[in-house]
């Protein structure tokens, strides 16, 4: 199983990829999200989302923003972003 991972800002979509996990700055704190997780919906802060695609890691810094997650999907809507 896989995730579909959106990372969007106002400007420009900065991630649209498939990927095995993601790590995000929620306002508690840092969570993860693998497939089949739970529908969620929280406020992120300004921090870095994390995610794995076949064993490798990739980062984007966001200025916060809101994170929905559905079994199969991860969508961010930050207020500003870019890869690191």
């Not at 559905?70 to 500003?80: I, N």
């Amino acid at each position: 199983m896989s995730l579909q991972l959106s990372i969007v800002t106002p400007e420009r979509t900065l991630v649209e990829l498939v990927v095995d996990s993601v790590l995000a700055p929620g306002a508690e704190g840092e969570f993860g999200v693998l497939p089949a997780h739970e529908p969620y919906l929280t406020v992120l802060q300004a921090g870095e989302v994390r995610y794995e695609v076949g064993g490798q890691s990739q980062r984007v810094r966001i200025g916060g923003g809101f994170a929905e997650v559905t079994q199969e999907r991860v969508t961010v809507l930050a207020t500003s972003g870019e890869p690191t």
